[in-house]
């Protein structure tokens, strides 16, 4: 899939025809999907790219950050690398991400449709959802689209609601599952486990210093670490995972684990974590072939560097405080029986192609 950041960076190419629809998408939800793949079909016929164009912020982030009112900010289902991977799982050919800025927040309507639509995404069939809304305070619709369709020769079409056993599947019906830790009914309206990908990045190393200082944690409970620029994620909590990318063999089983995704209650609120939001998974085994791999890393040992994707699967409880390093090991032991228990229940989830 070809990826292009910015109508500057369209601008300096030829204007190419294509086939394409515009959205959020912050999820890639079964309803996405089936939009996508309506899409895919439609530029297949007509022998266009078939191209998504989607916005990073969302545009509700930049409006709640203009009005200084962060509650009216969306919980972030995805990270933009996880939408533009699920976006490429899907078949598209091509994405553009449009920065929403000021400059686009006040482009009327019409001027969208001129300048974005026509003038650099040379828009020759527009895919939109029943609830379609674009331009300035949110003036343009699906009629006036439509009429500028047939005006100036480009086809649009309009997708009414999907639903999933009469339940219209939308980033609000799977924001609210992810909220309620309602894991299941998350996968049903993604159509796979809620996972989360990135960088492991370096931590406090407080999993490993417990495997040394407190007998009872054992080799101690080390940890990979994904940080998030987003403040809001739509899931938070402890729960049970699994864990892709760290097997040098792709085709291997993931590895179980447990997680906390949030801003982890600290006992030092200076911590290198510095209260941003971060996903901390504890692996509760390491099969030798995956020691090896990682002890020709760069840092014998570890994974720093390495894109992983963590699927969670089940939610244990919401974040806790604890007020001694004997209870956070007790409660992370506890988390780790109970989620061993639920993968002797449960079994693991089915691997899906990468």
């Known amino acids: 899939m070809n990826i292009l950041f910015g109508l500057h960076n369209l601008?300096?190419?030829p204007v190419t025809a294509r086939a394409l629809t515009i959205g959020n998408f912050?999820?890639?939800?079964?309803?996405?999907?089936?939009?996508?793949?309506?899409?895919?079909n439609e530029a297949r016929h007509r022998g266009l790219p078939a191209c998504a164009v989607t916005f990073e912020p969302h545009p509700r982030d930049f409006f709640a950050a203009r009005l200084r009112r962060p509650e009216l900010a969306p919980a972030r289902i995805a990270t933009l690398r996880d939408k533009l991977a699920e976006l490429r799982r899907c078949g598209i050919d091509e994405c553009i991400v449009l920065p929403f800025n000021e400059a686009l927040a006040r482009l009327s309507a019409q001027a969208f449709i001129d300048d974005v639509l026509l003038g650099a995404l040379g828009a020759r069939y527009v895919l939109v959802g029943d609830d379609f809304r674009f331009g300035a305070?949110?003036?343009?619709?699906?009629?006036?689209?439509?009429?500028?369709?047939?005006?100036?020769g480009f086809d649009v079409a309009r997708m009414l609601s999907y639903e999933v056993h009469g339940l219209r599947v939308s980033s609000s019906a799977v924001r609210t599952a992810l909220a309620a830790g309602d894991m299941a009914q998350a996968a049903a309206l993604l159509g796979r486990p809620y996972a989360i990908s990135g960088h492991v990045v370096h931590g406090r190393k407080l999993g490993r210093a417990l495997g040394e200082t407190h007998p009872g944690a054992?080799?101690?409970?080390?940890?990979l670490n994904l940080r998030f620029a987003h403040w809001k994620p739509a899931a938070s909590g402890i729960f049970v995972v699994q864990v892709h990318g760290l097997d040098p063999d792709p085709a291997a089983?993931?590895?179980?684990?447990?997680?906390?995704l949030g801003i982890r209650p600290s006992l030092d609120p200076n911590d290198v974590n510095g209260g941003r939001v971060l996903l901390e998974t504890h692996c509760l085994h390491w099969p030798e072939r995956v020691r090896a791999a990682l002890a020709r890393a760069?840092?014998?040992?570890?994974?720093?560097g390495r894109i992983i994707r963590v699927e969670l699967l089940h939610k244990l409880h919401d974040e806790r405080r604890y007020d001694s390093l004997e209870a956070l090991t007790a409660g992370i032991a506890q988390d780790?029986?109970?989620?061993?228990?639920?993968?002797?229940?449960?079994?693991?989830?089915?691997?899906?192609?990468?």
């Open 26 to 40: 912050d999820g890639v939800h079964r309803g996405h999907q089936a939009m996508l793949a309506l899409l895919i």
């Open 253 to 260: 089983a993931p590895l179980p684990g447990v997680a906390n």
């Open 137 to 152: 305070q949110r003036q343009g619709d699906y009629t006036l689209l439509d009429a500028a369709g047939e005006a100036r």
């Open 218 to 223: 054992g080799d101690g409970f080390r940890t």
């Open 336 to 354: 780790c029986a109970d989620a061993r228990a639920w993968f002797a229940a449960h079994g693991p989830s089915p691997a899906r192609p990468s």
């Open 298 to 304: 760069p840092v014998p040992g570890e994974a720093y």
């Open 11 to 13: 601008r300096r190419r």
